[in-house]
């Protein structure tokens, strides 16, 4: 595993790039190690190198991070959807048309749920006007979900409208493996990682 500045350097990059990359496409998505630091494996960093390599010839970044996702293992979904009261729904059939019947049961059953409860709270969060994207990308390894939409997430919001409502981001904390929440002027994105099984 290798941390984001050594990525950075090994790449000719600035670690600003590799977060604005990973917040904009979501191709490549670190782990994240016990301090919330961004770390990258072997083949995230291959996966850089093909990105790196595409737009130093000429191609838009995000043009080179689809060509660079078709190629990526595992099975990869990216979805824009309405933000509604019927989003929740959408993203729990997402998921099932990204898994099969192999999938186990329980791994299925938690990605949905962590779904469609990120889901609900982008739109109960969010203005109402702009789309959720939703990427799903799953693996031997597990899944990783990448939830963007909504406002900039403010606490003291967050905290007025749990007084009243559910316990999404705790269901997602009980569940994932890793998660992790950024937002800023351009809204908010979530994404979660769980293991299989």
Request: aromatic share 4%; hydrophobic share 40%.
């Amino acid at each position: 595993m290798l941390e984001i500045g050594a990525v950075a350097r090994e790449l000719g990059v600035s670690p600003n790039t590799l977060r604005t990359w990973e917040r904009r496409y979501g191709v490549v998505v670190p782990h994240r190690g016990d301090q919330g630091q961004r770390l990258y494996d072997l083949d995230q960093v291959g996966l850089l190198r093909r990105v790196l390599a595409l737009t130093r010839s000429g191609a838009r970044a995000q043009s080179a991070h689809r060509a660079v996702a078709t190629d990526a293992p595992g099975r990869r979904l990216l979805l824009r959807i309405p933000s509604s009261n019927e989003a929740p729904l959408h993203a729990r059939h997402a998921v099932d048309e990204l898994l099969d019947s192999s999938t186990d049961p329980r791994f299925a059953f938690n990605l949905r749920l962590v779904a469609s409860e990120l889901v609900s709270n982008a739109v109960k969060y969010g203005s109402g006007h702009e789309p959720i994207e939703i990427e799903l990308v799953v693996s031997a390894d597990g899944g990783r979900l990448r939830v963007a939409g909504g406002d900039r997430l403010r606490v003291t919001r967050l905290r007025r409208k749990r007084q009243s409502a559910g316990r999404g981001l705790e269901i997602v904390d009980a569940l994932a493996d890793r998660w992790t929440i950024e937002t800023g002027p351009r809204g908010t994105t979530v994404t979660v990682e769980l293991a299989p099984g």
